[in-house]
């Protein structure tokens, strides 16, 4: 972990030491730096904590500060000084707020807290660029499965071959939905060289695992293996046909429609609306209408489920439900469901709601409302995610940073779009 951990930390505090030796400032950072060289991480941010009590408007040793807490895996005592540079700064350290909410998920997944390792891992999904991949490393061989499983998923959607040898160990792993995800992050890579793991892999006794890795194949050009595929529309767990019409729906091979079709009459809702969004993506106008008419029917969550499956389309026309639904009297993680959808689809009319929600006293109620305004976004939903940096509970503090660094990570990348279609 440290090779790859020293090469993220160390330029970015570098710049910090170089902006200087004169000040007052400066010479408490280089000698906060000097001790912690010699192992006295402590004693370090110890004496920057004093200094700051002194003189709380110091940018440069807050930043210190800041950077030294990540390097010593102790990211959480940063939360309020990067608080205190965001209320004085008028523009934001977006390279900053990135390398903390990384460091904040590293040191998340050493909690015991279940909900939040997961959650890390779930931040890391939205999070991961190139400046991240030691800490996928590190995920890859975390103990808990949860995190295997959903970071297997991340390096899949990066495509990033220096993971390749890590995925196939995962395909021996102990959980099956490690496995699963790791067959399908192989697939997703498209080297021909995965192929004989992956065969290996339709011997698994968990189905959810023998389906995954039947896509993979397919991805890879295995077009026989498709018939599993098929076949598994017809297993007897609603979960395995839900599977297989998900990964059908990814595949987009044209020869699937019928059976998908014919799913459309599953007995489970599901499955029904798996086989929707699969057809829809195929152009089939019928099952874009059936997805349509979904959320009017008396399953609220199903409603709202239908309503995502949309959205994965960029269909904007489940919006009125999903308006609706922010109405919904003391439910409020339905109207968090419905609020997330709307921002999936760049309509803000949840916002008002989730900013009642993060008055809640209960303080998991409150990290899922900062975490849906990560995906609201806006100048009111910065506004908002920079007074939960305060929360008193730290968990709903964590989970702002992560939002404000995922409505960075989007600006960042529509900008650079913009600026590629400009010179396009």
Request: glycine share 6%; net charge neutral; hydrophobic share 45%.
């Amino acid at each position: 972990m440290t090779r790859f951990v020293c090469r993220w930390f160390l330029p970015s505090f570098l710049i910090v030491l170089l902006s200087g030796c004169g000040t007052r400032d400066d010479r408490v950072v280089a000698k906060a730096n000097a001790l912690a060289r010699t192992g006295q991480s402590a004693e370090s941010l110890r004496l920057l904590t004093e200094y700051l009590v002194q003189y709380p408007l110091s940018i440069v040793p807050r930043r210190a500060k800041i950077l030294l807490a990540i390097h010593a895996e102790r990211s959480e005592e940063a939360l309020a000084d990067y608080a205190a540079i965001t209320t004085s700064q008028a523009k934001d350290d977006t390279a900053l707020l990135h390398m903390l909410a990384l460091g904040l998920i590293r040191d998340a997944w050493q909690r015991h807290d279940g909900f939040l390792r997961a959650r890390a891992a779930a931040a890391l999904t939205e999070l991961a660029d190139l400046s991240a991949e030691w800490l996928l490393k590190r995920g890859l061989d975390h103990p808990d499965p949860t995190v295997r499983a959903l970071v297997a998923e991340t390096v899949g959607r990066s495509r990033n071959l220096a993971f390749q040898l890590d995925l196939e160990r995962l395909l021996n792993d102990p959980d099956p939905f490690v496995r699963a995800e790791a067959a399908w992050a192989i697939g997703r890579f498209g080297q021909s060289s995965g192929q004989p793991l992956l065969r290996r892999a339709l011997q698994d006794r968990y189905a959810q695992v023998r389906v995954k890795a039947a896509g993979a194949l397919v991805m890879l050009g295995d077009r026989p293996t498709l018939a599993l595929l098929i076949n598994a529309l017809e297993a007897p767990n609603p979960s395995v046909r839900a599977q297989a019409a998900e990964v059908l729906g990814f595949l987009l091979v044209p020869s699937v429609r019928k059976p998908l079709t014919q799913r459309l009459e599953d007995p489970d809702r599901y499955v029904r609306l798996y086989a929707a969004l699969a057809l829809a993506k195929m152009q089939d106008p019928s099952a874009l209408s059936y997805l349509q008419t979904a959320p009017r029917e008396n399953n609220p969550f199903l409603g709202l489920f239908a309503g995502e499956l949309l959205s994965n389309l960029g269909d904007r026309s489940a919006i009125p439900f999903l308006r609706e639904s922010l109405q919904i009297d003391g439910d409020i993680p339905m109207r968090l469901y419905a609020a997330w959808t709307l921002g999936r689809l760049g309509d803000r009319s949840g916002l008002v709601s989730v900013a009642e929600i993060l008055k809640h006293s209960n303080p998991n109620l409150r990290a899922n409302a900062v975490w849906t305004l990560g995906e609201i976004g806006g100048e009111e939903a910065v506004a908002l995610l920079k007074s939960a940096l305060h929360d008193e509970t730290l968990t709903v503090a964590i989970h702002a940073l992560w939002a404000l660094d995922r409505i960075a990570r989007s600006s960042i990348r529509t900008s650079a779009a913009i600026t590629v279609d400009k010179l396009s």
